[in-house]
Structures are given as structure tokens and as C-alpha cells.
Nanobody, 121 residues
Framework: QVQLVESGGGLVQPGGSLRLSCAASGSIFSINVMGWYRQAPGKQRELVAAMTSAGITNFADSVKGRFTISRDNAKNTVYLQMNSLKPEDTAVYFC???????????????WGQGTQVTVSS
């Protein structure tokens, strides 16, 4: 079993910053992609940012230049630094990871429980 635990959400004013963290634990052999998705009320879940174990990144157009993603592979942890936050960034943010539990199994995607980010004055 693999668990992803997120932290760092909260309420912030427009223009402010937040840093989300997600730590993976359990039966982990390797993790390829780790990333963040978000889901606002009434909307579909969407990719925010992701990073491979080699450091290749992918960002949603709406967050480019404002958000950065980083990883500590030794700790199986991914971070999302969110700057210049806007009200439209308000959503539940979910951590996602592509995990191999043994060298012989295929990757499986795991999700965290989500953390609320609210941008409001």
C-alpha cells in the first residue's frame, strides 16, 4: 500500500503565496511522476503541475510563471510553491504519484486526500 499525505493548504489573500507539500510512504520501489491536480466546485479535476524523477516539468498554462514544482526524491516528497495567487486558483489540490511497488510491477497512480486552497480577500 502507498499513502500520499498533503499539507500546506489554507486561506490566503489575492497576491499571496502558499507552499503545498506531499509525502509518499509505504511499499515504494520507485516513483516516476509526482504532481498536483486541482478541482474547483462544479469543475473537472485538472493538472496543475507535474515533475518526473529526472526533473522534467509540465505546468498548466494558467499557472506558468506563478507556480513552481520541486521534488526531494530521497524523501519521496513533492512541493508546489504558489505565488501571486488569484481567486480563480481556489480549489481542492490533490497530490498524485505514479508508483512502482516492486521492480516487476507496472506503475500505478495514487492520490492524496486533497487540501483546500482558498484565495479571497
Amino acid at each position: 500500500q502507498v499513502q500520499l499525505v498533503e499539507s500546506g493548504g489554507g486561506l490566503v489573500q489575492p497576491g499571496g503565496s502558499l507552499r503545498l507539500s506531499c509525502a509518499a510512504s509505504g511499499s515504494i520501489f520507485s516513483i516516476n511522476v509526482m504532481g498536483w491536480y486541482r478541482q474547483a466546485p462544479g469543475k473537472q479535476r485538472e493538472l496543475v503541475a507535474a515533475m518526473t524523477s529526472a526533473g522534467i516539468t509540465n505546468f498548466a498554462d494558467s499557472v506558468k510563471g506563478r507556480f513552481t514544482i520541486s521534488r526531494d526524491n530521497a524523501k519521496n516528497t513533492v512541493y508546489l510553491q504558489m505565488n501571486s495567487l488569484k481567486p480563480e486558483d481556489t480549489a481542492v489540490y490533490f497530490c498524485n504519484a505514479a508508483v512502482k511497488t516492486t521492480p516487476w510491477t507496472v506503475e500505478r497512480y495514487y492520490w492524496g486526500q486533497g487540501t483546500q486552497v482558498t484565495v479571497s480577500s
